[in-house]
């Protein structure tokens, strides 16, 4: 099991077992080099073990405190610190940690295994029930699956699930009996018994909480204060560390803030673009490099890249088909060579209302006092005049999508936006006898299941706040952290989101829903606050996002993979073959662009494929 993930830790393995527990780690080292901070880690009595993946950016504080109190450290890194903290305060320690983190401590005293899960999801955590009553615990599915009581079983629900988003929610996994640990949770157990969760931390209280400010530009400042601060504390290691660099707001206030801390001699940035003109921005990195005054490194990917994407998929463990994976995978290969740390931007756009969605969400209010018959007749009328346009995704696809979300209530029209397959596109391509698999029905209820809890939580809140929040516990979590911790961790890169500091959360949760969309500004405040340090070119130039061109390659350079892929064995035992040859079909016609719903079943066939 330890050994399924030595990516994610290539210097060093260690293995305890200790009565009813086995521990096992495999070790990044980017704070104390040295064996003194190897895990698992034994206290000094004898009574607790600990492995600990992450990091606790304010450990030094921690460490200061618990010293004041009588513990002597042997080590200079975080992960003793973490060890001392869980004695002294219990599940109390999570409250002071700053950072990302899945924790794992055994008391042999008590019998029971304490797990932890940082507040936002960065790090992962999947636990797994044994049939004779223990559990069993790791970073990915994939060490779950090397359990001779756990095995590579396919879950028909969450597959369902996966066809529905092109990612597979944390309340489940596509190994039968596979579950993650939600974000901002502790559990308890012991052998016989059952897993004991508790959530320690509630951002939907924080937006319910919301402050005011005696002007704009001092919540701009105090913001400002607060990114620096989170990117100072990030800026701590012991190995060489870099920033990604696309040239939007988030990544340009990151490194605009590392320059502010250590200055632009020591910044060094990275960027990788593909050669469709509509997709690259890498340009646009390479050109506020130069006015930022860093050392800038970039890479050009090309379809001869499409090559490994067996590789790159293998990497994820459980399939995702978000789109710039492919950019983010050589990303960071390409950044690991030269550094083991970057910087991302992860997490503005679900914190400060920086997707179009948002734009959307305040659309779908307007055009509600529109008549009942013009809202229902417009997807018809416009599925016949706009065109299929196989480039990123441009305002006739979005028009479609937007039109469409016109009939549902709220709630409903923002989930619709991560629709891939709709519930009866599901059913005419999932095979009949699958709908109903042996890990129980397949999910018809997504949005009951997934989204509508979270709506529940802030009902009462301001529409862009509930979207920003349900995007946070679902999309975030869910895709973007997975896709970022995959990738990089698959070349044992770590990467830290200094957006994604609970405190910048907290405080971009508590604004007013109109300090983040202006208007249809999108990310209002993160701006203001950025005027001093970030181009104006770059604070008003349109979103652009990260991804790929799949639509395309599906026609092209991925023409051959999708045949052998979606029309094999593998696919066949879970899909109407007939039903996707017509998704295929239409594609190649332009009568639909499909080419997100054949992403999502090339990558899942490639998952099929390795599971039997």
């Known amino acids: 099991m330890t050994r399924a993930l030595s990516h994610r830790g290539p210097d060093a393995e260690g293995l305890v077992i200790d009565g009813a527990a086995g521990l096992g780690h495999r070790r990044l080292s980017v704070l104390d080099l040295s064996a003194a901070a190897s895990q698992p880690m034994r206290d000094s009595e004898g009574r607790f073990v600990l492995v600990f993946n992450g990091e606790i950016y304010n450990f030094q504080e921690i460490r200061a405190d618990l010293t004041r109190m009588g513990h002597v450290f042997a080590s200079s890194g975080d992960t003793e610190v973490v060890l001392a903290a869980l004695r002294q305060w219990g599940p109390a320690a999570l409250q002071r940690m700053v950072g990302m983190f899945a924790i794992a401590l055994w008391d042999n005293l008590r019998q029971t295994l304490f797990l932890a899960r940082d507040r936002l999801g960065k790090k992962p955590l999947f636990v797994a029930a044994l049939p004779g009553g223990g559990l069993a615990f790791a970073s990915e599915p994939r060490a779950l699956a090397a359990h001779p009581e756990v095995g590579r079983r396919v879950n028909a629900r969450s597959l369902s699930q996966y066809l529905r988003l092109n990612y597979v929610p944390c309340n489940g996994s596509l190994y039968s009996g596979v579950t993650s640990l939600p974000p901002a949770t ?18 939907a209280g924080q937006f319910q909480d919301k402050r ?159 008549p009942a018959w013009v809202r229902r007749g417009l997807p018809g009328v416009l599925d016949r005049l706009l065109p299929v346009d196989h480039r990123k995704v441009g305002w006739p696809e979005k028009l479609r999508r937007f039109s469409t979300a016109l009939t549902r209530d709220f709630g409903r029209a923002h989930a619709s936006w991560r629709d891939i397959f709709g519930q009866d596109e599901l059913s005419e391509v999932l095979r009949r006898d699958r709908r109903d ?167 899942l066939g490639l998952f099929l494929r390795g599971t039997t």
């Open 186 to 203: 502790f559990a308890e157990f012991s052998p016989g018994g059952a897993l004991r969760t508790t959530r320690y931390w509630n951002l």
């Open 212 to 370: 005011s400010f005696r002007s704009e530009a001092e919540a701009a400042e105090e913001l400002r204060a607060l990114i620096d601060d989170a990117v100072r504390l990030r800026l701590v290691s012991d190995v060489p560390l870099g920033a990604f660099l696309s040239g939007g707001v988030d990544s340009s206030t990151i490194v605009a803030s590392m320059m502010k801390g250590v200055g632009r001699s020591s910044v060094l940035t990275f960027s990788s673009g593909f050669l469709e003109d509509s997709y690259d921005e890498s340009k646009v990195a390479e050109r506020l490099a130069t006015e930022f005054g860093l050392t800038h490194r970039t890479q050009s990917l090309d379809t001869r890249t499409l090559d490994l994407l067996p590789a790159v998929l293998a990497a994820s463990d459980e399939p995702l088909a978000d789109t710039s994976t492919l950019a983010m995978y050589f990303l960071s290969n390409f950044t690991r060579q030269s550094v083991t740390v970057a910087l991302s931007g992860d997490g503005g756009d679900e914190c400060f209302a920086g997707y179009e969605t948002y734009v959307a969400d305040k659309l779908h209010a307007l055009a509600g006092r529109t």
């Open 437 to 603: 698999g042996d890990d129980g029905d397949v999910d018809e209820h997504l949005y009951e299941s997934y989204f509508a809890p979270h709506f529940a939580e802030v009902a009462g809140c301001h529409p862009v706040d509930q979207a920003s929040y349900v995007d946070i516990k679902t999309w975030l979590v869910d895709d973007i952290l997975v896709k970022a911790d995959r990738t990089s961790m698959a070349h044992s890169l770590e990467v830290r989101c200094p957006l994604l500091d609970h405190r910048v959360v907290e405080f971009a949760a508590r604004l007013p829903a109109d300090m983040k969309l202006r208007g249809f500004r999108k990310k209002h405040l993160l701006k203001v606050s950025q005027e001093s340090r970030v181009p104006d070119w770059v604070l008003q130039r349109p979103k652009q996002g990260f991804n790929a061109p799949v639509s395309q390659w599906v026609l092209g350079p991925l023409r051959q993979l999708c045949g052998d892929t979606l029309h094999s064995e593998h696919m066949d035992a879970w899909f109407e073959r007939g039903a996707v040859a017509r998704l295929r079909e239409d594609h190649e016609r332009r009568v639909r662009d499909n080419g997100l719903k054949l992403f999502g079943l090339l990558t």
